[in-house]
């Protein structure tokens, strides 16, 4: 049997690994899956272009893999499409995180780590399987399968995406892999899936490593974004893996997400992040504003931390593996957190993170009916938030371009139910603020501050995806930091990468295997 698997992943970003992990294990359940990347990408016509090449009598499925919670409508018309012209064919959306999009035509959705779950619908649907185990949430009462609830894929020890011709990876991509699943964290605000994990969720050091050595063999890939919720969770962890690494063939390059308070009080982990190349770093660091911080359970000292993230700067920078980059993620609405106090953060960034990068991006709150919601989701009165009123609402003018991405029901899906159906984002508002006034400062005055002065990447030279795109940019043009020895600089800027999308794009339509 057969079936295709959309990942919705854009211009400026990597093709994520979840729809080729779930490609690949079902495949060695005697399914004939294909993965088409980057469909957000994709014209209507080239989606249905590749879907009348591709769908036979063998077809059973369509799915859609998220890479949070993202739709449009081009998919939306596209899912109409398929479903008159191929009515029998099931639509299935996965991710790590709820739906919270708004669409007619999903079927079934599956939230967390898929692959057990999939499996079972799949039985259940096309080989007299046992019912699956799903909730009805929303207004249009979604079937939400979730998986970590009734079909763990996790511990997992075995997460090896095994990528095929038809998938035309190219040499200077950057992949994404997996080492763990879950976090051992469970911040307030946090929305992943599995959170609050206390034993070794980790993969087999040899699954890793043929991992790497299959993908350089055959495609030349050294670069890869490791998709862990975070990566140096545990240092002995870290220790599994630069062990592998240091004994390639090659020199591979790693970014992910760093916790920077374990790397501030664990001296133990540069060493080994640097041992395995590990030196894109994104660090949750959400508020330097230490009550906003403590209250969503990242409490380190502010100043402690501020100074630590210097230090561990100045450690990378001066090894002589020189291709180090840190980019800080805020959110700004946080309980506590005033606008005077972010510009305090705008300008430790003006004075201390110039040449790295950082972001800042408004709270987000789910509503609760979803699944796997965070605890400020869950009770969000208790940190001090009601929701925006229609007349609290109406004293802004939602048609600001400031305001696309919380209004805008094809980016997020925020705003009231009554706005996009089905909406799983609430407004919020405090006594200090609201996500209006929050989303309208951060686009306009922070984003303004990031723009204009020399934070990584430039403008100019803005590449794929965007965080490893500074990574990128940093060795490509940063001729004072020259790269390491064996390495050759990559050169992805965005036209290439747009060459390389039309490339692949053109090769997936016309592929006939
Ligand atoms: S915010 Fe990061 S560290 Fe905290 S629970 Fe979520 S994934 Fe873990």
């Given at each position: 049997m057969h079936g295709l698997i959309f990942?919705?992943?854009?211009?400026n970003e990597s093709r994520t690994v979840g729809a080729h992990l779930i490609a690949s294990y079902l495949r060695e359940h005697n399914w004939d899956i294909e993965v088409a990347d980057w469909a957000h990408t994709w014209t209507l016509e080239e989606l249905q272009a590749f879907a009348r090449s591709r769908i036979n009598k063998n077809t059973k499925w369509i799915g859609f893999s998220h890479l949070f919670s993202r739709w449009s409508i081009t998919l939306e018309e596209f899912c109409v499409w398929l479903k008159i012209t191929w009515p029998d064919l099931v639509l299935v959306s996965g991710g790590n995180v709820s739906p919270r999009f708004d669409t007619n035509t999903i079927d079934y959705y599956i939230s967390g780590y898929g692959e057990y779950a999939i499996l079972e619908l799949l039985k259940y649907l096309f080989s007299n399987g046992t019912p699956v185990k799903f909730t009805l949430a929303g207004r249009k009462l979604k079937k939400i399968i979730p998986a970590n609830d009734f079909y763990r894929a996790a511990p997992k020890h075995q997460i090896r995406a095994v990528y095929e011709e038809?998938?035309?990876?190219?040499?200077d991509e950057w992949l994404a892999t997996q080492t763990s699943r879950g976090c051992v964290f469970s911040c307030d605000f946090c929305n992943v899936t599995m959170v609050g994990v206390k034993s070794d969720f980790t993969r087999d050091a040899k699954d890793f490593d043929i991992e790497m050595r299959e993908n350089y063999d055959r495609f030349g890939v050294k670069n890869y974004i490791v998709a862990d919720e975070t990566f140096n969770d545990r240092l002995d962890k870290v220790i599994k893996y630069a062990d592998v690494v240091e004994q390639l063939p090659f020199v591979p390059y790693y970014a992910g997400y760093i916790r920077p308070d374990l790397l501030v009080n664990r001296p133990g982990d540069r060493e080994q992040l640097l041992r395995m190349n590990f030196l894109g770093h994104f660090y949750g660091v959400e508020s330097f504003n230490r009550p906003s911080a403590k209250v969503v359970g990242k409490g380190l000292d502010s100043e402690k931390l501020k100074q630590g993230l210097i230090d561990a700067r100045q450690y990378f920078e001066s090894t002589?593996?020189?291709?180090y980059h840190g980019k800080i993620s805020l959110i700004a609405g946080l309980p506590y957190e005033t606008f005077e106090s972010l510009e305090n953060t705008l300008n430790w960034l003006l004075e201390h993170w110039t040449g790295h990068n950082w972001t800042m991006e408004t709270l987000v709150i789910e509503r609760?009916?979803?699944?796997?919601?965070s605890k400020m989701s869950l009770d969000f009165r208790k940190y001090g938030y009601e929701e925006m009123s229609p007349d609290d609402i109406a004293?802004?003018?939602?048609?600001d371009p400031a305001l696309r991405k919380i209004v805008n029901p094809d980016y997020m899906g925020f705003g009231p139910v009554s706005w996009n159906n089905d909406a799983g984002v609430m407004l919020w508002k405090n006594d200090i603020t609201d996500a209006l006034e929050t989303t309208v400062w951060v686009e306009s005055r922070a984003k303004e501050i990031r723009r204009t002065n020399h934070f990584s990447p430039a403008p100019h030279t803005l590449s794929r995806p965007r965080f490893v795109g500074a990574v990128e940019d940093r060795i490509a043009y940063c001729k004072e930091w020259p790269p390491i020895e064996n390495r050759d600089p990559p050169q992805n800027t965005k036209n290439n990468f747009n060459k390389m999308l039309d490339t692949y794009k053109t090769q997936k339509i016309n592929y006939r295997g």
């Open positions: 990942n919705i992943i854009s211009h038809r998938d035309f990876i190219f040499q002589n593996r020189k291709l609760g009916e979803f699944t796997q919601p004293k802004y003018n939602l048609t």
